[in-house]
């Protein structure tokens, strides 16, 4: 497996398990890690595909701006072993991500771009440390997150699916700098019956009392 950016974000997600537990299904995992980093999304994938993802973000241009885009996760490789090695396509002209290929992978990597997306956006926006960010939601999946059954309506048919929900800056002390993150949250939407295992992934950032609106990030899947 390539030690790049994604895997090395991937390790501080996962509470410091290595890189390889995270592709073969070694480690202890609560609840919520297992669903997301110790599941064999790409199991359902038996072919060289590419699964397309809407990418949306709503906030005002002072928070950025909202648009629409596409991400692309192309399965370059299945291998025997059940391992699949993977390119991306993370949204596209000036916004586009640069994260590299990867190899040898079972679960979906998709969850782990998206958050290192969040935290640059995150670091960008209010000048905080990316390691702060990290820390905070490695730590939500750790503990306090939540997990239940749910479903998805996909191509005309109801998924069976799990909705993982984290807030990692809940009644955090040192938020004083980044007040209005204290009730962002973040929720993970997988479902075996989806190519690829993974719905749809949100962060949101609601309304303050202040008046504020939203600020919400999503990646759906679209289809191969």
């Known amino acids: 497996m390539r030690r790049n950016l994604l895997v090395l974000f991937t390790l501080a997600i996962a509470a410091g398990l290595s890189g390889p537990s995270l592709a073969t299904g070694d480690?202890?995992?609560?609840?919520?890690?297992?669903?997301?980093?110790?599941?064999p999304h790409l199991a359902n994938i038996t072919e060289p595909v590419t699964l397309t993802y809407d990418f949306r973000r709503s906030a005002t241009e002072g928070e950025?701006?909202?648009?629409?885009?596409?991400?692309?996760?192309?399965?370059?490789?299945?291998?025997?072993?059940?391992?699949?090695?993977?390119?991306?396509?993370y949204l596209s002209g000036e916004r586009r991500r640069p994260f590299t290929a990867v190899e040898g992978f079972r679960g979906n990597p998709l969850i782990m771009l998206f958050l290192q997306h969040d935290v640059e956006g995150m670091q960008k926006a209010t000048g905080g440390a990316s390691v702060y960010f990290r820390n905070r939601i490695r730590h939500a999946f750790r503990r306090g997150a939540e997990v239940g059954e749910s479903t998805v309506e996909l191509g005309g048919e109801t998924l069976g699916a799990t909705r993982v929900t984290i807030r990692p800056f809940a009644k955090d002390p040192k938020l004083?700098?980044?007040?209005?993150?204290?009730?962002?949250w973040y929720e993970f939407v997988l479902a075996p019956g989806v190519p690829g295992g993974l719905y749809q992934i949100r962060s949101v950032v609601p309304s303050a009392s202040g008046g504020e609106p939203p600020i919400e990030n999503s990646l759906t899947y679209a289809g191969t």
């Open 27 to 39: 480690g202890d995992y609560t609840q919520a890690q297992f669903a997301l980093f110790n599941t």
């Open 64 to 89: 950025g701006g909202g648009f629409e885009d596409l991400v692309k996760m192309t399965v370059t490789e299945v291998g025997t072993d059940g391992r699949r090695n993977l390119s991306f396509q």
């Open 176 to 184: 004083a700098r980044f007040p209005r993150l204290a009730e962002k």
